[in-house]
């Protein structure tokens, strides 16, 4: 459903010193640094999957996004959507495609949201019983109703994502891109916009593409994972796979305040269990990050067991937040690759 | 364009105006501000002519009542402009700089229509334009204008093509502003220089009366279709029909030269 082909985007940036001199030079001089914010990537995603798009901030996800919705062209290579163009073609790549920056507004600015519907509706040609379909679908879901007449402009963050969100659904598409989806949102109607966004995939089979700096979006809606670092694709593959190759496990623990210092519980693990990583964490809790080449979660559990009077353990899900972070951190190319220890 | 194509532009374009009378109702005060400051404006300029003829018969061989036909005649198109492509002042103060413009790339109509159609019937435009048709039908009844069969039948053409010359190269200046990231200094200069030609355009230095005629036609949105319709005078007019057309080629050109570069700042 959707096609990268050997897909790059550079930009053109125009060096500027500081300093009036210096500003002075720069609107006369032709020098500029060449931005690869996508370099050579490739991927497919077939229909009907949902995928996250993980990377750090301009890993260059944004960049392909908007290669991908027509809104800028790639320097070389193709993209392409439901087959097509989405540059060439523009038109009719819009009639399939919804398109979300969480950032951004695709509203009307000044006419009430029921009117910015109407326009949409219009617009995008959406057959009457469609839009009656999706109209009581997002009151349902995402209390649409509750905006009526407000104009655009008078919503809060909030409200403004949820018309959005709505907007970018209403013609059926069969392919939605999310951009940070769920900014701005309370932790209700996150898990609605979520659940809105699995029940429009199971229903109709739509493609959903998504980058998102919040795990719940990643782990809520997606199947699939597409790892890019520094305008490469490092990892795609199945969430489950992308879980997988974590190295490190993590397990927090809480033990009787006064039995040991902190700092000498952080001794204990450090000679009982080498390799291993203890951060305190809130509340006087201890994070224990391992290898999994290295230990064991029994071996793990077994020492803490032994030395502390625990209070409470927590064992997160397979460790998303590390592979995250360290993919957010810019660690060395390959970031989901084994081998390098906790 | 095809025949549907054309009908489903028609139909949008006609929900868009509506959905936009209902936003005059709702912003009554805005409209009511705009039309206002409008007013006073154009009162202004009516003023300066009336005191002018206080102490000249005629200016450059016109009278009085021929300049404010004039005057009125230049809100026409301004105006018929004003209500349907207000937005491009947006493009060329920040819609490229801001990243917004994404919006009119993702939507399945014509994307500078997708712009325009963001502000179609913009209140400032009706105050423009019925001020203009009171000042034309005030001058004309005073001078008892009687227009000949043809100048009727060319009234609203001109008008039309007046209207599509400020159109476009409005589109033009704000278009630069795909690569200048904002182009609002030079079409706010260019818009003080359009109104020169409220006023006989004969009274200016050739230089400036060359620039407003070849350069920047605005000559053509009213001194010259005005002139014809007061004394039959078709001078310059066989000339509106291509040079409104070479305007409109260059003006959307630019903006469909714009888009292939469009980069989108920002996340």
Known sequence: ?342 | MSVSTARRYARLTTVLCGVSLHRLTAYRMDFLIGAASFVIRIACQIALISVIFQYVPSLGGWTQQQALFLLGFSLLPRGLDRLFTDQLWILAWQLVRTGDFFRYMIRPVNPFYSLLSERFLYPDGFGELATGIAIVVTAAGAMDLDLTLVQWLLFLPLVLCGALIHTFIKAFLASLSFWMTSSLNVMVAVNQLSEFTAYPLNLYHPVLRGLLTWVLPFAFTAYIPARYLLTGDTGLLLWTLPVTALTVLLGYGTFRLGIRRYEMPGS
């Not at chain 1, 909030?158 to 939605?176: C, K, T, W, Y």
């Not at chain 1, 979660?297 to 030395?307: D, E, K």
């Not at chain 1, 899900?317 to 972070?325: F, N, V």
């Open chain 1, 1 to 342: 459903m959707i096609v990268a082909e050997h897909v790059s985007k550079h930009f053109k940036r125009h060096r500027r010193e500081p300093g009036l001199r210096g500003s002075l030079r720069t609107m006369f001089s032709s020098q500029y640094d060449l931005v690869r914010a996508v370099d050579d990537v490739s991927f497919e995603v077939p229909a009907g999957v949902k995928i996250a798009y993980i990377g750090a901030n301009g890993a260059g996800k944004s960049t392909t996004i908007k290669l991908l919705t027509g809104i800028m062209r790639p320097t070389t290579g193709q993209v392409r959507v439901d087959g097509l163009d989405p540059h060439r073609r523009r038109v009719e790549v819009a009639h399939r495609i919804g398109v979300v920056f969480g950032q951004r507004s695709q509203l009307w600015w000044d006419l009430p949201v029921l009117d910015s519907f109407r326009v949409l509706r219009h617009i995008y040609e959406v057959p009457r019983a469609v839009y009656d379909r999706n109209m009581r679908l997002f009151r349902d879901r995402l209390d649409l109703g509750a905006l009526g007449n407000t104009p655009v402009r008078q919503l809060s963050l909030g409200q403004r994502m949820r018309a959005e969100i709505a907007a970018s659904l209403l013609h059926d598409p069969a392919v939605l891109f999310l951009d940070e989806p769920t900014i701005g949102l309370d932790l209700v109607l996150k898990q609605a916009v979520r659940d809105l966004i699995n029940h429009v995939n199971a229903e109709l089979g739509t493609t959903v593409m998504l980058t998102s700096h919040d795990i719940g979006d990643i782990t809520g809606i997606c199947d699939q994972a597409l790892v890019v670092d520094r305008g490469a694709i490092v990892h795609q593959g199945t969430m489950r796979e992308l879980l997988r190759s974590v190295d490190t496990r993590a397990v927090t623990f809480e033990y009787a305040a006064g039995s040991v210092t902190e700092a000498e519980a952080l001794q204990i693990i450090a000679a009982e269990l080498p390799d291993v990583r203890a951060i305190p964490a809130e509340s006087g809790r201890i994070r224990v990050e391992y290898p999994v080449e290295r230990w064991s979660a029994r071996q793990v559990i077994a020492v803490l067991l032994n030395r502390f009077d625990l209070t409470d353990v927590l064992v997160p899900d397979a460790d998303l937040e590390t592979l995250l972070r360290r993919i957010y951190a810019g660690s060395p190319a390959e970031p989901v690759s084994v081998g390098d220890g906790a």
